[in-house]
Nanobody, 115 residues
Framework: QVQLVESGGGLVQPGGSLRLSCAAS????????MAWYRQAPGKQRELVAR???????YYGDSAKGRFTISRDNSKNTVYLQMNSLNPEDTAVYYC?????????WGQGTQVTVSS
C-alpha cells in the first residue's frame, strides 16, 4: 500500500510564499508522473503543476512564473514552491502520483491567502 501525505499548508498574507511537501510511504514500483492539483469551494479540481517521466514539466496558466514543482527521488517526495500568492490561490491542494494502471491521491492540505 502506498500512501501520500501532504504538509506545508496554512495561512499566508497576499504576496507571501509557502512550500508544500508530499511524501510517499510504502513501496514505489514505477512513477509515471508527480503532480499538484487544487480545488476551491464550488470549483472543479484543477491541475497546477506536473512533473512527468523524462523530467517533462507542465504548469497551469495560473501557476506559471510563480510556482515551481520539484522532487527528491531519495525521499520519494515532491514539492511545490509557491511565491507571490494571492487570494485566488486559496484552495485545498492535493498531490498525485501516477503509476501504471493506478492513480494515488493524498488527503490534501489547506492553503489560505488572506490579510
Amino acid at each position: 500500500q502506498v500512501q501520500l501525505v501532504e504538509s506545508g499548508g496554512g495561512l499566508v498574507q497576499p504576496g507571501g510564499s509557502l512550500r508544500l511537501s508530499c511524501a510517499a510511504s510504502g513501496s514505489i514500483f514505477s512513477i509515471n508522473s508527480m503532480a499538484w492539483y487544487r480545488q476551491a469551494p464550488g470549483k472543479q479540481r484543477e491541475l497546477v503543476a506536473r512533473l512527468s517521466s523524462g523530467d517533462i514539466l507542465y504548469y497551469g496558466d495560473s501557476a506559471k512564473g510563480r510556482f515551481t514543482i520539484s522532487r527528491d527521488n531519495s525521499k520519494n517526495t515532491v514539492y511545490l514552491q509557491m511565491n507571490s500568492l494571492n487570494p485566488e490561490d486559496t484552495a485545498v491542494y492535493y498531490c498525485n502520483f501516477q503509476q501504471p494502471g493506478m492513480s494515488i491521491w493524498g488527503q490534501g492540505t489547506q492553503v489560505t491567502v488572506s490579510s
